[in-house]
């Protein structure tokens, strides 16, 4: 055979060879302008898996209509944006074939921004603000709520049958607010925030009373429906003059006139009962004479850098910041390294291959790991109580364990190591069986010690498992909210001082601040919980940059 004809001879390649690209079931197609050998698959997905498919998109595009739907009744034009745009980025990464890498982390985008991103860019936003409690609404609110308020029956004026409605497919609990009322006449009458109109007699179906029972594209509100909106009873129909009619009861409403007016020019509010003026001053309305009391209906407003300044700058909460704080460091270093040598000294007690009954062991100490924190926190605040207390009794001991500061912190380090320790027992004992039998073998025949060996190998190779760990123990602890609230709510208070407590931590004292004392301060307290995030960001940030020198030992 000559060499030229050799050449021209194909290679005869078996139909199931891996090589043969014209092999059955493997069918195969070349893109145009495509370089030779770049092939790509024709082949299609079976039938119900694209059927699958476009049924979950179409859920959840559903789902996200019906959210922007509720989201336009509310007003929040922003949400209804981010709804429409996460609607956009389903269907753009799921219902093409393109962005594979999207379509894996899609999922955990949006649940990182909705989880992570949005709360403390929301907690940034209100550490800005004055919201709490009477700032919560706007200013204009605020003047639409305070001249609701003041609405007082017209001397002489007929009442109303009343019944409550929304329309049909609305939420009964948020819904646009409807009154459906007859006049002393009989004539049926609709009113809503824009005035009253006329509503057809066809329409509607009456009780022997009189009263609406039921009315054509409305849903009329139970009893309980209707006691459950607060919105109502600030709601008030306009009328001429003024007037506005509003809810007395469940099944009546009355035509009332409102005490109070509104001057856009001078910006202030006139109360035509008591004469008085009243001005605007730090978000409430004041009286302009400086007596009488400040209408509760404030608003909210942007404060700047004044809730950082307060929290710097006032004496009692500077004070009461910083004795916290010392404290907070106290309990979450103490906290962490109780329970991790406690935990470490017994993973290596039950390592020991001698000890029978290992398995039992264990089991047990992982116990308290098991049972809820609240309940065990609970169980030992009764155990410290100090006339029927187990302590004492067990002791023979007279020591007021929750109203003494410092026997209060001891219980409190006490019931943690008690909580702590068998995390940290879990943890080491899986690090210890992890350690190569060899090197514990080696350092035995260079003539190591226990101690030596210990404090030589054993420790250095437990730290690099161990410890990112322990500063995630230690970022927890710092915010344990849960140990102190219900073992003893931040208390004792001393000096009747009883917005500092001597068990409090920073999360606990921003806590009392929201949601505690005659007037809550979420702003404030949102302004505490982002020095509470700096502060554990910086050390987090600290302890994982020197455990990089834990990289050596591997």
């Known amino acids: 055979m000559s060499l030229k004809k050799f050449q021209g001879t194909p290679e005869v390649q078996h139909p199931d060879s891996p090589d043969n690209p014209d092999r059955p079931g493997d069918r195969v197609v070349r893109s145009k302008g495509e370089p030779g050998g770049r092939r790509r698959s024709s082949a299609a997905s079976p039938l119900w898996l694209v059927v699958t498919k476009w ?83 706007s200013k204009q609110e605020s003047i639409d709520s305070i001249i609701a308020n003041s609405v007082r029956e017209v001397p002489n004026a007929p009442r109303y049958l009343l019944s409550v409605a929304v329309k049909d497919g609305a939420d009964p609990a948020t819904g646009e607010a409807f009154y459906l009322l007859t006049e002393p006449s009989g004539k049926p009458l609709l009113g809503d925030k824009a005035g009253l109109a006329d509503l057809p007699a066809a329409s509607v179906e009456k009780a022997g009373n009189g009263r609406i029972t039921k009315a054509a594209g409305y849903q009329i509100l139970t009893a309980i429906q209707v006691n459950a909106r607060k919105d109502l009873n600030e709601f008030a129909v306009p009328t001429a003059e003024g007037a506005g009619i509003k809810r007395v009861g469940l099944a009546e409403a009355f035509q009332g006139k409102a005490n109070v007016s509104y001057d856009k020019a001078s910006d202030t509010l006139l109360d035509s009962a008591t004469r008085k003026t009243y001005i605007p001053r730090k978000a409430s309305w004041v009286p302009k004479d400086g007596q009488g009391d400040t209408f509760p209906q404030g608003w909210k407003e942007n404060v700047g850098f004044k809730n950082f300044s307060n929290v710097l700058t006032n004496e009692t909460l500077r004070s009461g910041f910083l004795k916290i704080f010392a404290w907070n460091m106290v309990f979450a270093v103490v906290s962490v390294l109780s329970t991790f040598v406690l935990g470490m000294l017994l993973a290596l007690l039950l390592n020991d291959a001698r000890l029978r009954g290992r398995a039992l062991y264990r089991s047990m100490l992982i116990l308290p790991y098991a049972l809820p924190i609240f309940v065990t926190a609970l169980v030992w605040s009764s155990m410290f109580n100090q006339d029927y207390g187990l302590i004492n009794k067990l002791l023979h001991l007279n020591i007021d ?7 209060a912190k001891a219980a409190i380090l006490i019931t943690n190591l008690w909580l702590g320790f068998p995390y940290m027992f879990i943890v080491c004992t899986g690090a210890l069986q992890s350690i190569p039998g060899d090197v514990l073998e080696a350092a035995k025949i260079d003539g190591a010690s226990a101690l030596r060996t210990m404090r030589s190998v054993i420790i250095p190779l437990l730290l690099v498992a161990v410890g990112p760990l322990l500063i995630a123990s230690f970022a927890f602890n710092f915010n344990n909210f849960g140990l102190i609230f219900l073992m003893t709510g931040g208390g004792p208070f001393q000096d009747s001082n009883f917005s500092v407590g001597s068990s409090d931590l920073l999360i606990t004292y921003a806590y009392r601040l929201a949601f505690s004392g005659v007037s809550p301060n979420y702003g404030l307290a949102a302004t505490v919980s982002l020095f509470i995030f700096f502060i554990v960001g910086l050390m987090s940030y600290e302890g994982f940059r020197r455990t990089k020198s834990l990289e050596e030992v591997n």
């Open 55 to 137: 049924l979950l998109i179409g859920t959840v595009l559903v789902v996200l209509a019906f959210v922007v739907q509720k989201l336009i009744e509310q007003g929040s034009w922003v949400g209804v944006v981010i709804a429409a745009f996460v609607a956009m980025c389903v269907l753009a990464v799921y219902g093409t074939r393109h962005a594979v890498p999207l379509k894996y982390l899609l999922p955990g985008l949006l649940l990182l921004v909705a989880l992570q991103i949005w709360p403390i860019a929301y907690t940034v936003g209100t550490s800005f603000t004055n919201l709490g409690d009477g700032h919560l609404i």
């Open 401 to 407: 364990w929750l109203g003494d500061p410092w026997a």
